[in-house]
């Protein structure tokens, strides 16, 4: 069964940096076209895929967030990290990591974590 | 970017309905789109991908079908725990952009 959890602050002040953690079980990196993307939701929003990364380290960025945004993997310990500069008001939303199977949309998801940005 | 527009916006439909929402992209994408449904207060789940294929556990009442660039996903008797919002979204091209959502609400 293929589980995902991410975790990191409630709470961010402006022009601070998001680092935020998925934790997965179920899966590998080492299996080939496994990916773990990252997207979020604005509260009472759409939402927005912001980045993808692969089992060989590829990824890939949302352009609208590209260079405030990193996204990083750890094989031996089931994680990925998503990393998010500068934050603003507008990067408040529910943060979700989920998984990617090969010519398949994202699935499962974890539960998500809201992110907050306030002074 | 690859445009997602989901129509309609909201939907209300009583329970054993055939419902049907539609999702038009911007461009060709082949069959690389996918469902999701988001009930309220929780993630969302993928219900199908390339276009028609049933995610594993999903219902059979759920199906979805392609036209061109224009995609439907239809729910064949509406229940009342299909209370939700339904999202599509191309992964042909990054960045995979979703639709805006169709709040489907149960009369």
């Known amino acids: 069964q293929i589980t995902l959890k991410e975790s990191g602050p409630t709470l961010v002040k402006p022009t601070q940096t998001l680092t935020l953690t998925c934790s997965f079980s179920?899966?590998?990196?080492?299996?080939?076209?496994?990916?773990v993307g990252w997207v979020r939701q604005p509260p009472g929003k759409a939402l927005e895929w912001l980045a993808v990364?692969?089992?060989?380290?590829?990824?890939r960025y949302s352009p609208s967030l590209k260079n405030r945004v990193t996204i990083t993997k750890d094989t031996s310990r089931n994680q990925v990290v998503l990393t998010m500069t500068n934050v603003d008001s507008v990067d408040t939303a529910t943060y979700y990591c989920?998984?990617?199977?090969?010519?398949?949309?994202?699935?499962?998801w974890g539960q998500g974590t809201l992110v907050t940005v306030s002074s | 970017d690859i445009q997602m527009t989901q129509s309609p916006s909201t939907l209300s439909a009583s329970v054993g309905d055939r419902v049907t929402l539609s999702c038009r992209a911007s461009?060709?994408?082949?069959?690389?789109l996918a469902w999701y449904q988001q009930k309220p207060g929780q993630a969302p789940k993928l219900l199908i991908y390339?276009?028609?294929t049933l995610e594993n556990g999903v219902p059979s009442r759920f199906s979805g079908s392609q036209s061109g660039t224009e995609f439907t996903l239809t729910i064949s008797s509406l229940q009342p725990d299909d209370l939700a919002t339904y999202y599509c979204?191309?992964?042909?091209?990054?960045?995979?952009?979703f639709g805006q959502g169709t709040k489907l609400e149960i009369k």
């Open positions: 989920a998984h990617r199977r090969h010519n398949s949309g994202f699935g499962p």
């Open positions: 179920g899966f590998s990196f080492t299996t080939t076209t496994v990916g």
């Open positions: 990364i692969y089992w060989n380290g590829d990824k």
């Open positions: 461009q060709t994408i082949s069959s690389w």
């Open positions: 390339q276009a028609s």
């Open positions: 979204q191309q992964y042909i091209g990054y960045p995979y952009t």
